[in-house]
């Protein structure tokens, strides 16, 4: 360590202690839930985040070295790689990684933040920015312990990609173009559409050359190894091409044909298509088509689940601001403080796509609002050392720098401790899907809601028909038809979707081989479904399945997967099916109400929202409307968690009746559609049809089905 000048020493000691920092906060969410056994698996405290399920997958297959057609497993992404790859040389379990692993790699943002502090000679700046971004309220909910997302590097590499650029505009070295050119590499590999930002820097850099700099040699060979690194092209093109650019680019005798080599890697980027992108982008914007109908064929209308989703609409600016800063004051102040800075070091202008991309927010989600996080913690990092720079004594100055500080990070420190967000399943749902894993084949199916889809291909190693990713209308239908229609149409549906997702895969892939005009067309499977059983109207088909129809060859098990917690979202799955596909009208909602707060009062049961239920004349009042109720039904489990019931009728033709779920203690009050629904016969009665269904695995959190069709 003697060699190293102090610089250098207190750069490493400063990024030391700010990525220490960075992981002691993201600790607090561990010391708050750890021990509790409803988030814990295999001794270890579960993700909290569904997406990180599918990345999970992916690396337990690779390190099993499973690979299976069309199980939608990606093992080829880069977080399954370096979780794979981590988990594989790491003493711990993967479990335990998968947890942690957010938390160190997102913590390396304090490197680049303190590297480029240094170029402006301001290594204080870098400290306080970096502490501060680390943990700023968006960036630390997307970075957090267990949120094992692609965000854990989506801030860090563009940071390290603008210190490179920072540190090549001002150094002119060489090797500052390699380094940029293999951040490019390293961040398109890690993040596909990390070409907006990559593209806006190189428009930067171009108008910076042409405006200011137009005589130097060094920034045309910088946009030109940008360049080569961003043309689409398979990374091991690209990066022997970048070597080959960089010792062209260090041969005196070669300066002369530095134009024509940029000229090629402009003609290069566009021949491989690497505009197309961000022209596919720009035409999104000028069409967009909200309704999906498809164009050939019956035109079925599907139900979308961006309708399903709350409108963004308008985010207050307070809410933007928290998020970006941590606090409306620190937001403002960090917004001066940026353009102060900009303005005494006219560099730091390189940045502006950065914010850019996290000013976004107002129009695209909050999830943008990250990228301006470190970029603005500049801001108001520059303001504290430029205000306690003016303070009288030395004391005063480290005081001064030290209480701004603390002040700043208080608000996010307060957001931490108040975040408890918990893990995406609890024990017992994750429990009896890891003993499913040990009796399904993983070429078996199991059917479920897609918001389920990547915990159980993870669990279980099964396949799913929907998931996180895989949930267009025209694919969750068949799945909210099953879980909402009675046993004997579900259970055909459900062997009918299997083994059409199965064969429409392998057209598809089959395809691949063919040229255009010999590729055999598929369309959504209902719509396969409807013309191979000769039907040309799919509300005839839908209503053969209550008949003998003949059903497809059995090529593997199919399992239901029913968690209690759907109950909060059946009105919400049922929406899917509950349309007409040749009109697109949606058909009246299914009746389905939740209570889990009632009281009873002189024979008169208040279970909330205006609902009344009249225990002596078998009633229930919704709103003002007074109708009989069909049967009311209790239901629990003695203490071997042995199922009781007791139904009693009341009304025959009644359509709504009423369950007491006791050991849940909540009511339920629905149409006779959903009474009759596989789920709720399944999952809540246990009256199941025994020559399509037999019970495998069960317990207070959720039930497992195989089917026997
Ligand atoms: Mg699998």
Not at 216 to 236: E, Q, R, S, V, W
Not at 299 to 324: C, D, W
Not at 568 to 592: C, H, Q, R, W
């Amino acid at each position: 360590m003697n060699n190293l000048t102090t610089e250098t020493r207190l750069t490493l000691l400063y990024i030391l202690i700010a990525f220490a920092f960075s992981v002691a906060m993201r600790m607090i969410w561990f010391y708050q839930f750890n021990g509790n056994e409803a988030f814990m698996f295999n001794n270890q405290l579960m993700i909290n985040t569904n997406d990180g399920y599918v990345w999970a997958e992916g690396a337990r297959d690779l390190l099993s070295g499973v690979s299976q057609e069309y199980d939608l497993s990606p093992i080829t992404s880069a977080i399954s790689r370096i979780t794979a790859f981590f988990a594989y040389i790491l003493p711990f379990s993967f479990e335990t990684v998968i947890l942690y692993i957010p938390v160190f790699l997102s913590s390396l943002v304090v490197i680049p933040i303190i590297l480029i502090a240094r170029d402006l000679d301001n290594l204080e700046l870098g400290l306080i920015a970096a502490m501060f971004a680390s943990i700023t309220w968006s960036y630390y909910n997307r970075t957090m312990m267990g949120y094992f997302d692609t965000d854990m590097l989506n801030i860090v590499l563009p940071m390290f990609l603008l210190w490179s650029i920072i540190w090549a505009i001002d150094t002119k070295q060489d090797k500052f173009l390699l380094i940029t050119a293999i951040d490019i590499l390293i961040y398109r590999w890690w993040y596909p559409q990390s070409y907006a930002l990559e593209f806006s820097f190189f428009g930067l850099i171009l108008l910076y050359t042409l405006i200011w700099d137009r005589k130097n040699l060094y920034n045309y060979k910088l946009l030109a190894i940008m360049m080569f690194a961003m043309i689409n092209l398979d990374g091991f093109i690209r990066f022997p091409l970048i070597l080959v650019a960089f010792y062209i680019f260090k041969q005196e005798k070669y300066q002369k044909y530095i134009y024509y080599i940029l000229a090629l890697s402009v003609v290069l980027f566009f021949y491989t298509g690497g505009f197309n992108p961000i022209l596919s982008k720009l035409k999104a914007y000028v069409f967009t088509d909200v309704v999906k109908i498809g164009e050939e064929g019956l035109k079925l209308h599907f139900y979308s689940v961006m309708q399903t989703v709350r409108e963004a609409g308008h985010i207050p600016f307070e809410t933007f601001a928290n998020r970006i800063s941590g606090h409306t004051i620190t937001f403002v102040l960090s917004i001066v403080g940026y353009i102060y800075l900009a303005y005494r070091h006219k560099i730091m202008l390189f940045a502006v796509p950065m914010i850019g991309l996290g000013f976004l927010a107002s129009v695209g989600g909050l999830r943008f609002t990250i990228y301006a996080v470190p970029i603005l913690a500049f801001g108001i990092a520059f303001l504290i050392t430029e205000v306690s720079r003016v303070m009288p004594s030395k004391k005063l100055k480290y005081l001064s720098m030290i209480a701004f500080t603390l002040a700043i990070i208080y608000p996010n420190y307060k957001h931490i401790e108040s975040y408890r967000v918990p893990t995406v399943f609890n024990s017992e749902e994750v429990e009896i899907l890891s003993e499913l894993g040990s009796i399904a084949d993983r070429e078996d199916y199991v059917i479920s809601w897609w918001d389920y889809g990547y915990p159980i291909r993870y669990y279980s190693d099964v396949k799913t028909l929907v998931d996180g990713n895989k949930h267009l209308g025209s694919m969750n239908f068949p799945v909210s038809f099953m879980l909402t229609n009675s046993q004997d149409a579900s259970a055909k549906m459900a062997r009918l979707d299997v083994e059409y997702t199965e064969k429409a895969f392998s057209i598809s892939e089959k395809n691949k081989t063919l040229p255009i005009s010999e590729r055999v067309k598929v369309s959504t499977n209902i719509e396969e479904m409807t013309k191979d059983y000769g039907f040309s109207d799919t509300n005839d088909f839908l209503l053969s399945l209550g008949t003998d129809i003949k059903l497809p060859n059995k090529t593997r098990d199919i399992y239901f997967y029913l968690p209690y917690r759907m109950l909060n979202i059946y009105p919400t799955v049922s929406m899917f099916s509950n349309i007409d596909l040749m009109t697109g009208e949606t058909k009246p909602p299914a009746f389905f109400y939740v209570s889990r707060f009632f009281k009873e009062n002189k024979n008169i049961l208040n279970l909330g929202r205006g609902v009344l239920f009249d225990l002596q004349k078998q009633t229930v009042k919704l709103g003002n409307q007074e109708v009989p109720v069909k049967r009311f039904v209790q239901t629990s489990y003695d203490k071997d968690m042995k199922f009781q019931k007791e139904v009693k009728v009341s009304n025959p033709m009644a359509d709504i009746s009423i369950i007491y779920m006791s050991s849940y203690n909540i009511f339920l009050i629905l149409d006779e559609k959903s009474y009759n629904s596989l789920y709720v016969k399944l999952m809540i009665l246990n009256e199941y049809d025994k020559s399509l269904f037999e019970p495998v695995l069960s317990n207070m959190h959720a039930k497992i089905y195989k089917l026997k069709i």
